[in-house]
Protein backbone atom coordinates (compact mmCIF):
# COMPACT_ATOMS: atom_id res chain seq x y z
CA UNK A 1 0.00 0.00 0.00
CA UNK A 2 2.60 2.18 1.19
CA UNK A 3 4.68 1.89 -2.26
CA UNK A 4 1.38 2.38 -4.39
CA UNK A 5 1.20 5.75 -2.55
CA UNK A 6 4.82 6.53 -3.20
CA UNK A 7 4.34 5.31 -6.68
CA UNK A 8 1.45 8.02 -6.88
CA UNK A 9 3.59 11.07 -5.15
CA UNK A 10 6.03 10.47 -7.86
CA UNK A 11 3.88 10.52 -10.82
CA UNK A 12 2.53 13.62 -9.40
CA UNK A 13 5.53 15.37 -8.58
CA UNK A 14 6.39 14.98 -12.18
CA UNK A 15 3.10 15.79 -14.06
CA UNK A 16 2.68 19.16 -12.35
CA UNK A 17 5.97 20.89 -13.33
CA UNK A 18 5.10 19.43 -17.31
CA UNK A 19 1.82 20.54 -16.93
CA UNK A 20 3.17 24.19 -16.36
CA UNK A 21 5.08 23.86 -20.02
CA UNK A 22 1.80 23.56 -21.44
CA UNK A 23 0.21 26.77 -20.96
CA UNK A 24 -2.72 27.12 -22.79
CA UNK A 25 -2.75 29.35 -25.78
CA UNK A 26 -4.67 32.38 -25.75
CA UNK A 27 -5.25 35.11 -28.71
CA UNK A 28 -2.87 37.86 -26.44
CA UNK A 29 0.03 35.12 -26.23
CA UNK A 30 -0.27 34.00 -29.82
CA UNK A 31 -0.41 37.42 -30.96
CA UNK A 32 2.61 38.24 -28.85
CA UNK A 33 4.90 35.42 -29.85
CA UNK A 34 4.02 35.42 -33.45
CA UNK A 35 4.89 38.84 -33.48
CA UNK A 36 8.65 38.67 -31.74
CA UNK A 37 9.22 35.32 -33.54
CA UNK A 38 9.03 37.87 -36.87
CA UNK A 39 10.43 40.19 -35.92
CA UNK A 40 13.49 38.23 -34.73
CA UNK A 41 13.65 35.84 -37.88
CA UNK A 42 16.74 37.04 -40.05
CA UNK A 43 14.82 36.10 -43.62
CA UNK A 44 11.37 34.84 -44.83
CA UNK A 45 9.44 34.90 -48.07
CA UNK A 46 5.39 36.46 -48.86
CA UNK A 47 3.28 35.79 -51.29
CA UNK A 48 0.81 38.78 -51.23
CA UNK A 49 -2.59 38.87 -53.17
CA UNK A 50 -5.13 41.80 -53.31
CA UNK A 51 -8.57 41.14 -55.40
CA UNK A 52 -11.46 43.78 -55.53
CA UNK A 53 -14.60 43.56 -57.73
CA UNK A 54 -16.65 46.28 -57.44
CA UNK A 55 -20.47 47.12 -59.24
CA UNK A 56 -21.09 50.55 -58.85
CA UNK A 57 -24.54 51.70 -60.40
CA UNK A 58 -26.67 54.87 -60.79
CA UNK A 59 -29.55 56.71 -62.89
CA UNK A 60 -26.52 57.89 -64.74
CA UNK A 61 -23.57 55.49 -63.90
CA UNK A 62 -22.79 52.28 -64.37
CA UNK A 63 -19.39 50.74 -63.81
CA UNK A 64 -17.48 47.93 -63.01
CA UNK A 65 -14.44 47.81 -61.26
CA UNK A 66 -12.10 44.99 -61.03
CA UNK A 67 -8.72 44.96 -59.69
CA UNK A 68 -5.80 42.51 -58.60
CA UNK A 69 -2.81 42.23 -57.74
CA UNK A 70 0.16 39.59 -56.54
CA UNK A 71 3.76 39.91 -55.37
CA UNK A 72 5.96 37.83 -54.35
CA UNK A 73 8.56 39.35 -51.81
CA UNK A 74 11.90 37.87 -50.19
CA UNK A 75 13.15 40.11 -46.84
CA UNK A 76 16.23 39.87 -44.71
CA UNK A 77 17.43 41.69 -42.14
CA UNK A 78 19.30 44.50 -44.65
CA UNK A 79 17.61 43.85 -48.21
CA UNK A 80 14.30 43.42 -49.65
CA UNK A 81 13.53 42.34 -53.17
CA UNK A 82 9.70 42.25 -54.61
CA UNK A 83 8.34 40.80 -57.53
CA UNK A 84 5.04 41.97 -58.45
CA UNK A 85 2.24 43.19 -61.60
CA UNK A 86 -1.03 44.88 -60.91
CA UNK A 87 -4.18 45.41 -63.27
CA UNK A 88 -7.44 47.14 -63.48
CA UNK A 89 -10.29 47.93 -65.14
CA UNK A 90 -13.35 50.43 -64.91
CA UNK A 91 -15.56 50.69 -67.69
CA UNK A 92 -13.53 51.12 -70.52
CA UNK A 93 -10.60 52.20 -68.65
CA UNK A 94 -7.79 49.23 -68.44
CA UNK A 95 -4.48 49.41 -67.73
CA UNK A 96 -1.76 47.51 -65.93
CA UNK A 97 2.06 47.09 -64.86
CA UNK A 98 4.89 44.78 -63.78
CA UNK A 99 7.24 46.10 -61.03
CA UNK A 100 10.47 44.93 -59.45
CA UNK A 101 12.30 46.63 -56.33
CA UNK A 102 15.43 45.79 -54.64
CA UNK A 103 15.73 47.68 -51.06
CA UNK A 104 19.84 47.54 -49.94
CA UNK A 105 20.22 48.65 -46.63
CA UNK A 106 23.61 49.34 -45.50
CA UNK A 107 25.50 51.22 -42.52
CA UNK A 108 26.15 54.76 -44.29
CA UNK A 109 22.98 54.85 -47.08
CA UNK A 110 19.63 52.89 -48.24
CA UNK A 111 19.97 51.90 -52.15
CA UNK A 112 16.70 51.47 -53.95
CA UNK A 113 16.63 49.81 -57.64
CA UNK A 114 12.82 50.25 -59.12
CA UNK A 115 11.35 48.65 -62.15
CA UNK A 116 8.10 49.68 -63.56
CA UNK A 117 7.80 47.42 -66.59
CA UNK A 118 10.79 47.45 -68.22
CA UNK A 119 13.09 50.73 -67.52
CA UNK A 120 15.08 50.68 -64.63
CA UNK A 121 16.08 53.30 -62.06
CA UNK A 122 17.83 53.70 -59.15
CA UNK A 123 17.71 55.90 -56.06
CA UNK A 124 20.27 56.67 -52.76
CA UNK A 125 19.38 58.02 -49.55
CA UNK A 126 22.61 58.45 -47.92
CA UNK A 127 22.94 58.88 -43.60
CA UNK A 128 23.66 62.62 -43.98
CA UNK A 129 20.09 63.04 -46.12
CA UNK A 130 16.57 65.02 -44.12
CA UNK A 131 14.92 61.26 -45.17
CA UNK A 132 17.28 58.47 -43.71
CA UNK A 133 15.79 57.74 -40.41
CA UNK A 134 12.35 57.79 -42.50
CA UNK A 135 13.72 55.55 -44.72
CA UNK A 136 14.63 53.01 -42.02
CA UNK A 137 11.64 53.14 -40.39
CA UNK A 138 9.40 52.31 -43.54
CA UNK A 139 11.54 49.25 -44.35
CA UNK A 140 11.17 48.08 -40.76
CA UNK A 141 7.11 48.12 -41.32
CA UNK A 142 7.57 46.22 -44.25
CA UNK A 143 8.71 43.17 -42.57
CA UNK A 144 5.38 43.11 -41.00
CA UNK A 145 5.89 42.00 -37.25
CA UNK A 146 4.34 45.31 -36.80
CA UNK A 147 0.77 44.43 -38.37
CA UNK A 148 1.01 41.43 -36.34
CA UNK A 149 2.11 43.01 -32.89
CA UNK A 150 -0.91 45.74 -33.04
CA UNK A 151 -3.43 43.24 -33.46
CA UNK A 152 -2.95 42.67 -29.43
CA UNK A 153 -4.91 46.26 -28.90
CA UNK A 154 -7.54 44.59 -30.33
CA UNK A 155 -7.43 41.18 -28.75
CA UNK A 156 -11.06 41.31 -27.15
CA UNK A 157 -12.32 41.39 -30.24
CA UNK A 158 -10.31 38.49 -31.68
CA UNK A 159 -11.16 34.91 -31.13
CA UNK A 160 -9.34 31.69 -31.14
CA UNK A 161 -10.69 28.88 -32.97
CA UNK A 162 -11.78 25.49 -30.94
CA UNK A 163 -9.55 23.77 -33.72
CA UNK A 164 -6.51 24.24 -35.57
CA UNK A 165 -6.29 23.97 -39.23
CA UNK A 166 -4.14 22.19 -41.83
CA UNK A 167 -2.06 24.47 -44.48
CA UNK A 168 -0.04 22.09 -46.16
CA UNK A 169 1.90 19.92 -43.97
CA UNK A 170 1.15 22.94 -41.43
CA UNK A 171 -0.80 22.69 -38.28
CA UNK A 172 -2.06 26.01 -37.43
CA UNK A 173 -4.31 28.01 -35.19
CA UNK A 174 -6.60 30.28 -36.46
CA UNK A 175 -7.18 33.64 -35.01
CA UNK A 176 -10.38 35.77 -36.69
CA UNK A 177 -13.04 38.61 -35.75
CA UNK A 178 -13.49 42.35 -36.88
CA UNK A 179 -11.75 44.93 -35.68
CA UNK A 180 -11.97 48.90 -36.15
CA UNK A 181 -10.45 50.89 -38.66
CA UNK A 182 -8.38 52.59 -36.14
CA UNK A 183 -6.28 49.30 -36.62
CA UNK A 184 -5.02 51.04 -40.03
CA UNK A 185 -4.65 54.05 -38.66
CA UNK A 186 -2.42 52.64 -36.00
CA UNK A 187 -0.57 51.10 -38.43
CA UNK A 188 0.35 53.78 -40.21
CA UNK A 189 1.39 56.66 -37.71
CA UNK A 190 3.07 53.09 -35.79
CA UNK A 191 5.68 53.76 -39.04
CA UNK A 192 6.45 57.15 -37.17
CA UNK A 193 7.21 58.96 -40.12
CA UNK A 194 5.77 62.58 -40.29
CA UNK A 195 4.87 62.39 -43.97
CA UNK A 196 2.91 59.49 -44.10
CA UNK A 197 1.07 60.53 -40.87
CA UNK A 198 0.20 63.88 -42.40
CA UNK A 199 -0.89 62.14 -45.96
CA UNK A 200 -3.35 60.04 -44.10
CA UNK A 201 -5.03 62.99 -41.54
CA UNK A 202 -4.98 65.19 -44.94
CA UNK A 203 -6.86 62.42 -46.70
CA UNK A 204 -9.07 61.58 -43.63
CA UNK A 205 -9.72 65.02 -42.74
CA UNK A 206 -10.51 66.15 -46.95
CA UNK A 207 -13.06 63.05 -47.37
CA UNK A 208 -14.58 63.60 -43.61
CA UNK A 209 -13.67 60.09 -42.53
CA UNK A 210 -13.11 58.61 -39.57
CA UNK A 211 -11.39 55.16 -39.84
CA UNK A 212 -13.10 53.99 -36.57
CA UNK A 213 -16.05 54.34 -37.85
CA UNK A 214 -15.54 51.33 -40.31
CA UNK A 215 -14.21 48.05 -39.42
CA UNK A 216 -12.15 44.87 -40.92
CA UNK A 217 -12.04 41.42 -40.97
CA UNK A 218 -8.85 39.64 -39.59
CA UNK A 219 -8.00 36.20 -40.46
CA UNK A 220 -4.56 34.96 -38.70
CA UNK A 221 -3.26 31.42 -39.40
CA UNK A 222 0.20 30.95 -36.78
CA UNK A 223 2.35 27.58 -37.03
CA UNK A 224 1.26 25.60 -33.81
CA UNK A 225 4.46 24.20 -34.01
CA UNK A 226 6.66 27.57 -34.72
CA UNK A 227 4.41 30.46 -33.65
CA UNK A 228 5.30 32.07 -36.75
CA UNK A 229 2.62 33.19 -39.22
CA UNK A 230 1.33 31.17 -41.90
CA UNK A 231 -1.48 33.88 -43.24
CA UNK A 232 -2.50 37.17 -42.67
CA UNK A 233 -5.58 38.05 -44.42
CA UNK A 234 -7.97 41.56 -44.64
CA UNK A 235 -11.23 41.18 -45.52
CA UNK A 236 -12.37 45.14 -46.27
CA UNK A 237 -15.10 44.28 -48.23
CA UNK A 238 -18.13 45.77 -45.48
CA UNK A 239 -15.42 48.82 -45.50
CA UNK A 240 -15.06 49.38 -49.00
CA UNK A 241 -18.93 49.13 -49.13
CA UNK A 242 -19.82 51.47 -46.84
CA UNK A 243 -16.66 54.07 -47.39
CA UNK A 244 -17.72 53.79 -51.24
CA UNK A 245 -21.47 54.35 -50.48
CA UNK A 246 -20.86 57.46 -48.38
CA UNK A 247 -18.11 59.09 -51.09
CA UNK A 248 -20.32 58.54 -53.81
CA UNK A 249 -23.37 60.06 -52.23
CA UNK A 250 -21.69 62.89 -51.16
CA UNK A 251 -20.68 63.33 -54.58
CA UNK A 252 -23.45 62.62 -56.25
CA UNK A 253 -25.69 65.30 -54.33
CA UNK A 254 -26.10 68.90 -55.20
CA UNK A 255 -28.14 71.66 -53.93
CA UNK A 256 -29.81 73.22 -56.78
CA UNK A 257 -28.88 76.73 -57.06
CA UNK A 258 -31.08 80.02 -56.29
CA UNK A 259 -33.40 80.70 -59.63
CA UNK A 260 -34.96 84.15 -59.75
CA UNK A 261 -38.29 82.75 -61.93
CA UNK A 262 -39.12 87.42 -62.00
CA UNK A 263 -36.31 87.76 -64.25
CA UNK A 264 -38.34 86.30 -67.31
CA UNK A 265 -41.39 87.92 -69.20
CA UNK A 266 -42.76 84.01 -68.96
CA UNK A 267 -42.92 83.57 -65.79
CA UNK A 268 -46.27 82.02 -64.88
CA UNK A 269 -47.85 83.08 -61.02
CA UNK A 270 -48.60 78.64 -60.89
CA UNK A 271 -44.86 78.34 -60.63
CA UNK A 272 -43.95 80.03 -57.73
CA UNK A 273 -42.69 77.02 -56.52
CA UNK A 274 -39.15 75.94 -56.87
CA UNK A 275 -38.21 72.44 -57.67
CA UNK A 276 -36.32 70.71 -54.26
CA UNK A 277 -32.89 68.91 -55.06
CA UNK A 278 -33.58 65.12 -55.31
CA UNK A 279 -31.54 62.54 -53.67
CA UNK A 280 -29.37 60.95 -55.87
CA UNK A 281 -29.36 56.91 -55.51
CA UNK A 282 -26.49 55.18 -55.52
CA UNK A 283 -26.26 51.12 -55.48
CA UNK A 284 -22.62 49.77 -54.34
CA UNK A 285 -22.03 46.47 -54.47
CA UNK A 286 -18.44 45.01 -53.13
CA UNK A 287 -18.24 41.61 -54.40
CA UNK A 288 -14.57 40.76 -53.00
CA UNK A 289 -12.22 43.37 -51.49
CA UNK A 290 -9.10 41.11 -49.93
CA UNK A 291 -5.63 41.46 -49.22
CA UNK A 292 -3.80 38.12 -47.95
CA UNK A 293 -0.23 37.77 -47.18
CA UNK A 294 1.39 33.92 -47.03
CA UNK A 295 4.18 33.61 -45.16
CA UNK A 296 7.16 30.87 -45.95
CA UNK A 297 10.76 29.71 -46.23
CA UNK A 298 11.48 31.43 -42.43
CA UNK A 299 15.52 31.37 -42.40
CA UNK A 300 16.39 30.13 -45.35
CA UNK A 301 16.73 33.16 -47.67
CA UNK A 302 19.72 33.21 -49.37
CA UNK A 303 21.54 37.05 -49.30
CA UNK A 304 19.86 39.17 -51.82
CA UNK A 305 22.19 41.09 -54.26
CA UNK A 306 20.94 43.22 -57.02
CA UNK A 307 22.30 41.74 -60.31
CA UNK A 308 24.75 43.70 -62.03
CA UNK A 309 23.03 44.08 -65.53
CA UNK A 310 20.07 45.61 -62.94
CA UNK A 311 22.55 48.47 -61.69
CA UNK A 312 24.46 48.82 -64.95
CA UNK A 313 20.93 48.98 -66.87
CA UNK A 314 19.42 51.50 -64.23
CA UNK A 315 22.59 54.22 -64.09
CA UNK A 316 22.58 54.02 -68.24
CA UNK A 317 20.08 56.67 -67.70
CA UNK A 318 21.46 59.23 -65.88
CA UNK A 319 23.25 60.01 -62.56
CA UNK A 320 22.20 58.75 -59.31
CA UNK A 321 19.51 59.96 -57.77
CA UNK A 322 18.55 61.11 -54.07
CA UNK A 323 14.92 60.35 -52.73
CA UNK A 324 14.68 64.19 -52.40
CA UNK A 325 16.01 65.00 -55.59
CA UNK A 326 13.42 62.47 -56.95
CA UNK A 327 10.65 63.53 -55.18
CA UNK A 328 10.95 67.43 -55.95
CA UNK A 329 11.15 65.48 -59.50
CA UNK A 330 7.51 63.95 -59.69
CA UNK A 331 5.79 67.35 -58.29
Not at 11 to 34: I, M, N, Q, Y
Request: with cysteine.
Amino acid sequence: MKNRILVLLLVLALALPAAGCFEKATVESLLEDCAAKLEKTESYEINAKVNADIDIQGEALDVGIVAKGKLKGSITDSAIHLDGEFSYSAADDKDSAEFEIYLIEDKDEISAYAREDEEWSEFVIDEDDDDFEDAQKALEAIKFHKMIELLVDYEKDLELAKKTEKVGKIDAYVIEGTVSGDYITDFVKSIDVDELTDELDEALEDGDMDLGDYEVSIRLMIDKKTKLPVLLELDLKDTAQTILEDLLTALMSFDIPDFDYEDYDDYEDDEDEEPEPSEPEVEVNVKICVFEIEFSEFDDVKKIKVPKDVIDEARSFGPIETVQTAAKACR
